[in-house]
């Protein structure tokens, strides 16, 4: 095997036994005695270039034709007429390719081996393999093809080329080998039966002040590598410091090979020991069994360049843990996903925090029912006792047919039909307080707001009465569905409307007005109009404030939560004074898209 100092990477078989593997921009010569010298060496060498995806190029002269080399070459390799058909091999006579015009040209022969090998490269071959024989050469050409050569071996270096040019030796004196070999890298000559290779003196003192270079170059490198490595080995310690302060990991995904990465902290996040095999079905059998599914569909949304930022739960050590997952992906040609490079933070704090926000909101909602319930204790006493009273009176009236000796059955069943009616009303009345004053979380519906909102009228109906308001409706009527909790609705509508009562409580006029428009195919707005003092210009930007209030005996809740639950909706919640006197609230809420047109 011959030495080599260029990269490894791009060493051909030469199908030459005693050289071996050679670097592209190798530059050989052969010296012959007999035809079958020239073969022994050439056969092998193309034999291994069209197996190794080359395009070959022969130049023939005397002893052998190309015609010659051709059904000696197709002896050894079956498919040779159709490899010369595909174009990966010309065999040529020198006259076609070296004194082509008559004459030898050695720069026209350097420029077509280039157009040569961008042709090979173009065509998607590795490179150019290529011989020339020279016993066509007269005396008067020496000089001129000398030079040709140490042209070639000066520029083949820099391409990918193979090249052997052979040498009859009874055509060469010493001083013509001499010229030769200066000219090429090494040189194969035959003594007895055995092979022998002569190296360039001037280039093996070359190689060797190559080597004490490159010698002198890799320790340096090793000394900055080794430096580099540990200022790597630091900022990963840091990193993984960073990590476990901020509690976000980070992984790697080969998704061709399916190999999963994961950095330290992932590893402790997932309760799994640092180092352990990792698949994506590994990752999803700690993911939640809820959740699963959810994850794997978003994952192969991703793989189709959809983004992937999710929040999702895990089971670790029998405890249940959220984290946030974002991943970016790299795709070949072909818009084939083909590694992926993600974080993953533990957000179990974050969700804790906010389901305890969560409760506190919805122990703050049902507070602030139970007060606004506190304020309609005179109208739902009035509201029940309507039923009561009737109920007490017909079943005294049924008692006194029953003393009779003949009762009026038909009487008596009007009186009970009368009592059932009665007690339904009170039942509904009361039906009604418990759904407002129940605690529970959110539970979205479609619904009609108008229908919303006559429930909440029909349990002030005596309040409006005992207060003297005027009350008027502009419902909608083809108004669209909405998705909503109908409890939290009938509670924004209902503390709205006793703040229009407390508005309107020191006017003459009283009005009320109940109003349900469409806007922009998009939303829905409620109105609710009162005639009352109207509201302090100064206030307006503090009325949803928490703690503000207008009020003497206020907790300034009622406006901020109202505007918590027309928010949590999708909505928005304000208000504003009426042209002539009194204000309005208004609140939007989003078009339910399954019943949106």
Known sequence: MMPNVKDSTNLRNTGIKIIGHMPWGSHLCQFYHTKIDLLEILLPYFKAGLKNNEFCMWITSEPLSAKEAKETLKKEIKNLDRLIKKGQIEILDYNQWYTKGGRFDADRVLAGWIEKERYALRKGFSGLRLTGNTLWLERKDWKNFTEYEAKVNSAIG????????TYSLDKCGALEIIDVIANHQFALIKRGKKWEVIENAERKLKLKKAKEHLEIQIAKRTRELKQVNEALEITRDNLNRAQVVAHIGSWYLDIIKNILLWSDETYRMFGLSIGSPLTYEKFLEIVHPDDREYVDKRWMAALNKEPYDIEHRIIVDGKVKWVREKVELEFDEEDKATRGIGTVQDITERKQAEEDSRRLREELMHVARVTTMGELTAALAHELNQPLMAIMSNAQAAHRFLAKKNPDLDEIGEILSDIIKDDKRAS?????????????????????????????????HSDIVIKNISLSSDLNDKIPLVSGDRIQLQQVILNLILNSFEAMKDVDSKRLCMRTVQENGKFITVGVEDSGIGIDEKNIDSLFKPFFTTKKEGLGMGLSINKVIIEAHGGSLWAKNNSDKGATFYFTLPISKKHSK
Do not use: P, Q, W
């Open 158 to 165: 820099r391409h990918r080329m193979l090249a052997i040019c």
């Open 428 to 460: 509904e009345v009361i039906g009604k307080l418990r759904a407002l004053l129940r605690k529970s979380d959110l539970e979205f519906t479609i619904l009609n707001i108008n229908d919303v909102i006559r429930e909440v009228i029909t349990l002030v």
